[in-house]
């Protein structure tokens, strides 16, 4: 009997990241936005969720996945699937990563700030070093875009994965609970049985704070960097 329980969670598990994979490859055709040649799209959101609730390896495998699926449609080659496997891994594998060993409201608020963090630096060193080659201009030209799009367009997107992973996560872990899914996670709760009430109020001061931020971040792409939407 338990070995079947087994199966049927070990089913429901894979079933449930095919489907985030999915979403994450939906969302990346339905909604980029250009940015002369830098992308925005949500995907990693859906990726980091995936690590949040089964853990790192799972959303590492969609943010890798998600990537190869683009490169078989996309017109951006190598290039594209360097910038995108590089963007992905540095925010789903580090705020994941710490989110599994501080699975609290605010070991998520350090994970996904820690992970666009880790994003930004990683897209600046990788701009610098694979677009001259790729796309066929000079590392200086590139030096020059940094403070005027490739730092602002990266951080703006970092936060938007952030704030929005933040927004969503709890509401998507409950509809998965409710479908049965396992999820290994401790939960403060009272003597009889019910949530604190702190964790609720921390809760909501967080997924208001990530609206906040998030509606900056919206502002800010589109009046500072409007002029440059292609």
């Known amino acids: 009997m338990k070995a079947t329980q087994n199966n ?10 095919a489907l985030f994979c999915a979403m994450s490859f939906i969302i990346s ?8 040649f830098l992308t925005l799209d949500f995907k990693d959101t859906i990726s980091a969720i995936c690590g949040m609730f089964f853990g790192p390896a799972a959303g590492l495998f969609c943010a890798v996945v998600v990537p190869f699926i683009e490169f078989l449609y996309s017109d951006t080659g190598v290039y594209g ?51 001259p080659y ?12 940094i403070p ?6 990266n951080l703006v997107k970092s936060i938007l994965n952030a704030s ?16 049965g899914v396992s999820k290994n996670n401790s939960v403060s709760v009272n003597s009889d049985g019910t949530v604190l009430t702190q964790n ?7 997924a208001l704070v990530s609206a906040v931020v998030m509606i900056l971040a919206f502002l800010v792409l589109f009046f500072v960097l409007g002029g440059k939407l292609a």
Request: net charge positive; charged share 15%.
């Open 134 to 145: 790729y796309m066929g201009v000079t590392q200086e030209a590139v030096i020059e875009l």
């Open 200 to 206: 609720k109020t921390r809760s909501l001061a967080v």
């Open 8 to 17: 049927s969670q070990r089913v429901k598990k894979i079933t449930i990241i």
């Open 29 to 36: 055709v339905i909604l980029p936005i250009k940015v002369m």
């Open 81 to 131: 699937l360097i910038m995108n496997l590089l963007s992905s891994i540095a925010f789903v594998g580090v705020s994941t990563l710490i989110y599994k060993y501080k699975k609290s409201i605010w070991g998520a608020v350090a994970g996904l700030v820690a992970g666009a963090c880790v994003t930004v630096a990683v897209m600046l060193v990788a701009n610098l070093f694979v677009t």
């Open 148 to 153: 005027k799009v490739i730092f602002p367009f």
């Open 164 to 179: 929005i992973t933040m927004l969503i996560y709890k509401p998507v872990s409950k509809v998965l609970k409710r479908m």
